[in-house]
C-alpha cells in the first residue's frame, strides 16, 4: 500500500518527533497499538528556504538512532551549517531503524508478557523464573563445556528482575508498566539509553539460551520442554527484530551468542538449515566485522565481557572449521579473509569466572568452590583441545583438495608434487598424534578428588555435580575424534591419496579400515551416558553426513 508521502506525519509522530511511514496505520502507531490521525493535508506549493534547512530533531549520536559508521564518517555535526549532514545518509539512517527507544522497550514489554503468559498456561504448576532457572542450570551442565558463552550470575540476576512478577499486580497495564520499569532499570554503567539496550539484550540472551538448552536437552532433564521451547524461540526472534538495526551497528557479545542460541534452536526444532546458517554466518560476519581475531580488538572491553568475547569468537571458529570438513555451508571466519594475524589468545590476561560457583547445590563448601574452579580451567582447556581437532582436520581436508586439484595439471612439477604431498602427510600425522594425546578430564578429575578427603568434600559433591559436567565435554571429546576420523578417511580414499598417509590402496583393505573404524565409534557411544548423547544435539556434526562417510 503506498505511503502518503515523506512530507505527512501522524499527530503522535510528530508528537513524538520520529519518522513517520505515512501509510493508513503507520509502523509507530501500530507498535505502539495507538489510533493514527493525520492532519489536514498542506497546500502544494515550493517550499521555503527555511523548511529546507531544517535538521533532525533527534540528536544524530542518539545511541537508539545514531550509526557506528556514520559516526566514524561524519564527526561532530554542527548545530549550523547548511551542507554539514547528508540527507540521503539521514533517510537511510531513520529509515533503517524501527522505532524510537520508548516503542522499542513498548515493544519487548509486549514480547516478555507474552511469554510470561504462555509459559504460565504450558506449566501453572511452575513459575517463569524457576523455568528459567531451570535452563540456566542445564545449560551449565550440558551445554557450558562445548559452549563457554554465558555469565551465569548475569543471567541469574536477569531471570530475577525479569521473570518475576509481583503477586499484588493482576491488572494487564500494571504488569506492563513493572517489566517496563525491569527494562528500563537497566544495568551497569552509562547513560540512561544505554542501560536499556543492555537490559534488552541481557533479557534477549536470557529467552535465546533457554530456547536453546529446551531444544537441546531430553524430556527428562525438562518436562513440558515441547511446548516451552517453542515460546522461547519465538520470543526470543522477535525480542532481538525489536532492537536488531541498532545492534547490527552495535554489536557486542551477545549479538553473537544470541544468534548462535537461535540458529541451534531453529536447526533442532524445524531441520531448516538455511535459516539457521543464515543466522549463523550473521554471527561469524559480525565478528569479522568486529575484528575479533586481533587480540587489541578485545584489550579495552572488561573482564567478563573480554571472556565472553573471546569464547565467542573461538565458538564460531570451530563452527566454521566443521563447515569446511563436513561442506555443509559457506565460511566465513577463515584466515585468508583476515586483515591481520590471528592473534586473539585464549586466556584473558584478566581471568573472571563465568560461572556462579555452587550456585543451587546443596553443599555450597569452600572445598566445593575451589573444585569448581578447577573445573572451569579444565574445561577451557578441553574446549580449546576440541578446537585444534577441527581445525587440524580442516587442514587436512583442504591439503587432499588442493593436491587433487593440482593432479588434474597435465604437466605437474615434480618437485611441487613432492611437496604437497608432504605437506598432506605432515598435516594428517599431526593430527593423528593430536588425536593420540592422552585426555586432559581423567587427570584433572584425579587430582581435584586427590586433594581433600570425602569429608572435606562432602558426600557426591564432586562425583554427582562437577564431574558429570567434566564427563559432558568428554562425550563431546569422543564424538568430535571420532567424526573427523571418519571424514577424513573418507576424503582421502575418494581422492585416491590413501599412500600419502601410508594406506594401502587395496579396495579390501580400506573397506576393513572403515569397518574399524565404524565399530570404534559404535564403542564410544555406547561407553558414553546415553543422556550426554541425547544432549549433544547436531551443533557440530550432522548425522547423515557420519553415516554418509561410513558408507
Known sequence: MASRGTTQAC???????????????????????ALCHYPPPKKRGPKTAQCQDIAPTEPLNSPSWATEGSGRAQGAVPSTGRNSYSPASYSM??????????????????????????????????????????????????????VPMCHEATLRATAQRCFVLPSTIDDLAENQTWI???LAAGNGNGNSDTKHIKALRNLTLLTALCAAVAYVVPESLLPNKHLTAALFLQAARN???????????????????????????????????????????????????????????????????????RNAFWQLYVCDKTALVVKGRPVTIHEPLFESE????????????????????????????????????????????????????ARVIQAVESTRERSWDAHPHPKDSSHRAAQLSEAYFEMVTLTHDPPLWTAHY???????????????????????ILQRQRTSYLITLHSIKVFVLSAVIESNMTEIIGLSTEPLALAMRQVEQAQDFLNVLESVPFLHLQAEGEQCIQGESVRHALG
Request: hydrophobic share 40%; net charge negative.
Open 11 to 33: 499527530e503522535l509522530c510528530r508528537r513524538r518527533k520520529v519518522k513517520c511511514d505515512g501509510l493508513p496505520t503507520c509502523t509507530n502507531c501500530h507498535l505502539a497499538e
Open 93 to 146: 539512517r531513520t529509515d533503517s531503524l524501527l522505532a524510537s527507544l520508548e516503542i522499542q522497550i513498548e515493544s519487548a514489554v509486549r514480547v516478555h508478557l507474552d511469554l510470561l503468559a504462555g509459559l504460565h498456561a504450558v506449566a501453572p504448576s511452575e513459575t517463569p523464573v524457576s523455568i528459567a532457572n531451570h535452563c540456566i542450570l542445564l545449560y551449565t551442565q550440558y551445554v557450558f563445556g562445548t
Open 180 to 182: 517496563f520499569q525491569c
Open 239 to 309: 525480542m532481538l527484530s525489536v532492537y536488531e538495526d541498532y545492534d547490527l551497528e552495535h554489536p557486542d557479545s551477545s549479538s553473537l551468542t544470541i544468534r548462535m542460541f537461535l540458529s541451534s534452536a531453529i536447526q533442532i526444532a524445524t531441520g531448516s538449515r538455511g535459516i539457521a546458517f543464515h543466522i549463523l554466518n550473521e554471527a561469524c560476519l559480525i565478528a569479522m566485522r568486529m575484528h575479533l581475531y586481533d587480540e587489541s580488538a578485545v584489550q579495552e572491553q572488561d573482564p567478563v565481557e573480554q571472556t565472553i568475547l
Open 342 to 393: 590471528l592473534t586473539l589468545q585464549i586466556r584473558s590476561q584478566r581471568p573472571v569466572s563465568l560461572f556462579d560457583h555452587g550456585h543451587g547445590h546443596s553443599h555450597n563448601t569452600d572445598n566445593h568452590i575451589n573444585n569448581a574452579g578447577v573445573l572451569e580451567d579444565c574445561l577451557l582447556d578441553g574446549f580449546h583441545v576440541i578446537r585444534r581437532l577441527w581445525t587440524m582436520a
Open 446 to 468: 584425579n587430582s581435584a578428588r586427590d586433594s581433600h578427603s570425602p569429608a572435606d568434600s562432602g558426600p557426591g559433591v564432586w562425583d554427582k555435580d562437577l564431574a558429570d
